[in-house]
């Protein structure tokens, strides 16, 4: 189905309980709750892009960038959580993630081919900085340093939504299943005995894998530079921007992380698309819990040290 601006994919296995002769209904229960464990992940799905989206005029996220410029805005203890990842991952990553990088994002249109011109990046370029988000723990209030600070969680929040998604289906027994939001998904156990395979799309060719791999309850997310861009002049324009220049990160052309937790995952996929191949390699090998596989500009292939073998 269709959410948070992309595709959404889940599958997963109910065991059904054995019919006998007291129980002919076990296979029609069985589907019933299959049924409602997906309407439940569709509703839930949705109900985070109402919070999250900046296209919705009242989401909380709206909300929060139209007014934390001039006055401190008290938020859901959930955004306020998934703000404090993002900004520890800032802190990590030396700003390489940045939910500030809005205030340029924003004014890309891929679709139409709009990017901001030079001048419209100087002019914006001072408002990308996360340490200009204060969080009030507190309280679960937030403010912004001045009005021309906007944050977007586009490079974060499906991460979150997906790990919400398996959540409900463990809590109801559910032990094998994937969802993917986008580039990202989760892999949990896995196809009765068999691993799930997840391929890695090729960066510059249509329908086609770079590489398969075997994974059991872990998180993967792909950061790609083909997802949403246009060329102009030769110049590939994509939506992962480099908060240093407000100019598309172009060291790397696909970046996936593998990790436990699929909130940071899908954080970390994006800030080492913009820290590149070495250095984005050396920061997710100080990370242990962590693993990288990083496509480079010459479609050549690069794997963290825990993959190696
Ligand atoms: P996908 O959207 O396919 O999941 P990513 O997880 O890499 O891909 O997220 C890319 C999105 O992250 C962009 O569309 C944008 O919303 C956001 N983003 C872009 N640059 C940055 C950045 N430097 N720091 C944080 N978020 C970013
Ligand atoms: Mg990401
Ligand atoms: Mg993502």
């Known amino acids: 189905f269709n959410t948070m601006g992309t595709r959404a994919h889940i599958e997963f296995w109910l065991d059904k309980p054995k019919t006998t002769k007291l129980n002919t209904e076990a296979n029609e229960q069985t589907d019933l709750k299959a049924q409602q464990l997906i309407q439940q992940i569709v509703t839930e799905m949705s109900r985070l892009n109402n919070a999250m989206s900046p296209y919705i005029a009242t989401s909380e996220l709206s909300l929060l960038n139209n007014d934390a410029g001039s006055r401190e805005v008290t938020i859901s203890s959930e955004l306020f959580s998934l703000l404090t990842i993002a900004q520890e991952i800032s802190v990590l990553s030396h700003g390489a993630f940045d939910i500030t990088y809005a205030s340029i994002g924003y004014q890309y249109n891929y679709r139409e081919k709009i990017r901001p011109q030079k001048n419209a990046i100087e002019n914006a370029l001072p408002a990308i900085n996360y340490q200009g988000i204060t969080l009030i723990e507190a309280n679960n209030t937030v403010s912004f340093a001045n009005n021309a600070i906007k944050i977007d969680l586009g490079g974060i929040a499906k991460g979150y939504a997906i790990q919400q998604c398996i959540n ?17 998904t989760i892999l949990l156990g896995d196809r009765r005995g068999r691993p799930w395979f997840v391929g890695i799309k090729h960066p510059r060719a249509e329908d086609k894998n770079a590489v398969h791999i075997p994974l059991s309850n872990e998180a993967i997310s792909t950061s790609g530079d083909y997802e949403r861009y246009f060329i102009e002049d030769g110049t590939r324009y994509h939506h992962i921007i480099n908060p240093k220049t407000g100019d598309s990160a172009r060291e790397v052309v696909s ?16 800030t080492v698309f913009v820290k590149g191949l070495k250095e984005g390699m050396a920061f997710i090998d100080t990370l242990p819990e962590y693993e990288a596989i990083i496509i480079d500009n010459n479609q050549k292939l690069h794997f963290s040290k825990g993959l190696q073998q």
């Open 168 to 184: 409900i289906l463990k809590l109801a027994g559910v032990e094998s299943a994937l969802m993917s939001a986008g580039g990202d």
């Open 255 to 270: 970046v996936s992380i593998i990790g436990k937790d699929a909130t940071v995952v899908d954080a970390l996929s994006t």
